[in-house]
């Protein structure tokens, strides 16, 4: 059980990865929705391998938090990213 949760977590990381490795050579950007479109695919690779937050009573709820998660901090450390300090 623990080798599909695995992958899921490394397919979603690697996917995210390549995509923000790719916006940042190309320099120009990719558009926002094809960015988030790619994000949710992601989270949804991770949430599907079996990876999901378990405090709400209702699995959908349970999924949607899990995938709000992902997407949300994946865009926080983006903004980071743009900052220079």
């Known amino acids: 059980m623990a080798l599909p949760r695995l992958a899921g977590l490394l397919l979603g990381g690697t996917l995210m990865f390549i995509l923000g490795l790719f916006d940042d050579i190309r320099g120009v950007g990719f558009s926002y929705k094809l960015k988030f479109a790619v994000q949710i695919f992601a989270a949804?690779?991770?949430?599907?391998?079996?990876?999901?937050?378990?405090?709400?009573?209702?699995?959908?709820?349970?999924?949607?938090?899990?995938?709000?998660?992902?997407?949300?901090?994946?865009?926080?450390?983006?903004?980071?990213?743009?900052?220079?300090?």
């Open 44 to 85: 949804g690779l991770v949430v599907i391998s079996g990876t999901r937050l378990d405090f709400l009573l209702h699995p959908a709820l349970n999924i949607f938090v899990t995938m709000l998660w992902i997407v949300g901090i994946t865009n926080s450390f983006n903004l980071l990213d743009n900052m220079d300090g």
